[in-house]
Structures are given as C-alpha cells and as structure tokens.
C-alpha cells in the first residue's frame, strides 16, 4: 500500500462515536435497576401475604378450638352443621394462588399451620356428630408432587368444584411432602400410603382418580343437594315470572 492511500484511509476512518455506547450503558442499567426494583416490590407484596395469611391461620386455630369450647357447652338443637367458619375454602385459594407463585421454607412452615388448623376442624366436626348426630359431609385428599402423582391434579379440579358448587362440603388437603406429624398419624388411621392421590370418605379410603359422578355415588348427599339447588332455582324463577 502506497503511503498516500494509506493517509487516505486515516482520513476516511470515522471517529468513534463515545456517545452511544454510553447511551446504550445508562439504558441497559436502568432498565436493570428497574428490574430489580419491581422485583423487590413484588418479593414485599409475597412476603406481606404471606405473614398476613399466617396471622389469619393461626387466629383461625385459636379459634377453632374456642368454638369447640362454646359448643360443648351448648344444646345440641343449637347446633347445626354451618355453625362452623366457613374460611377454610378461602385460606385454600389463597395458599394455592401463593403456591402457584413461590415455594420456599417459609410457605411450607404456613402450609403446616394450616394443615393442622384443617385437622383441628375435622376434629371438632367428628366430636359435633357424636354429640350431636350431625352428619358432616368431609372428604379427606392426601396429594403428593405432581411429578410422582399423575392424577393429583384432575382430583384437585374435582374437589374445587365440589367446593365452589357445595360450600357445605369441608375439604381437608395434605401435602404428604411436608412432615407433620399430626398428619401422619391421621394417615396411619385411615391407613393412607402411596401411591397418590388418596381420599378419605365416610371413613373409607379410596386410591386413585375419583370423577364427580364417582363422588355424587359416594356421597348421594350431593344428589339432594343438586335436588334442593334445581328446586330452589325453579322456585325462584316462577316467583319472578309471577311479579
């Protein structure tokens, strides 16, 4: 290469333009430390349900057990099988929405809170029937990981329908990862293991996916409830109709 093309070639290169790479720098850190902002908010806002839902579950196991207080003092006629906290359904969407959105140490230490307020309330149910002759309808699901349990998550589906067409129905869930002993001695007496899912119904114990018209055979209660709902929708209809 001659020296004049080559001082041309100098005089042809464009100078670096310094400004866009630092442009591109602030941009790239921004976005990142905006990033780590909404993620610690995010973390906070968990953090706050999560030690919310602790204080609601153990308020609830408080008073569970003042309800069983107030009711073996009282006349069975009083009695009935809604008298009890109808929150269980709740505190279930809400540890499943958590679930759905982190799992560490300190939501499983809030899952076995409420899994023996859950037996808590079986409990006083089961003492209610003796004393009272109620006839609670209680379905007990032990679960395992979704890996080792294929038909967990149909019979989840199942039983939150059950739940949402029948609030009377008490549901009972047990993460057999978790080690409770509690649990594991209501397992023992109803003879639960593995494989999962396995549910416990009218002290029966049955392994393996149960459909919903499997249950309504269990459980012919839901029959007369599924009546009492059409009747009590047509009757509501025909009153409207009338006005």
């Not at 004049?4 to 790479?21: A, F, L, V």
């Not at 079986?122 to 209610?128: A, Y």
């Not at 057999?176 to 293991?193: C, E, F, G, P, Q």
Request: charged residues 25%.
């Amino acid at each position: 290469m001659r020296l004049g093309d080559k001082t041309m070639n100098e005089h042809n290169r464009k100078p670096i333009d310094w400004s866009k790479y630092v442009m591109t720098f602030i941009i790239t850190s921004l976005l990142f430390g905006l990033a780590l902002w909404v993620n610690n908010i995010l973390d906070k806002s968990r953090t706050g349900d999560l030690r919310s839902l602790q204080d609601t579950i153990s308020l609830n196991i408080l008073s569970s057990e003042t309800q069983y207080d107030l009711l073996r003092e009282t006349s069975c006629k009083n009695v009935n099988d809604s008298i009890l906290s109808t929150e269980l359904n709740s505190l279930e969407q809400k540890l499943s929405y958590l679930e759905s959105s982190q799992s560490n140490e300190e939501f499983n230490h809030i899952k076995k809170y409420y899994e023996l307020l859950q037996i808590k309330d079986f409990s006083l149910m089961q003492r209610l029937s003796e004393k009272c002759g109620l006839k609670p309808i209680s379905i007990l699901y032990f679960y395992g990981s979704k890996t080792e349990c294929a038909d967990c998550e149909k019979t989840s589906a199942v039983l939150n329908h059950l739940r949402n067409t029948y609030p009377n129905v008490r549901i009972y869930s047990f993460d057999r990862r978790l080690s409770v002993s509690a649990v594991d001695t209501l397992a023992k007496i109803y003879k639960v293991a593995e494989p999962y899912p396995v549910l416990v119904i009218n002290e029966e114990t049955y392994k393996g996916f149960l459909s919903i018209d499997k249950m309504k055979e269990i459980l012919p209660e839901l029959k007369e409830l599924d009546k009492e709902r059409i009747e009590n929708s047509s009757s509501t209809t025909s009153t409207s109709t009338n006005r």
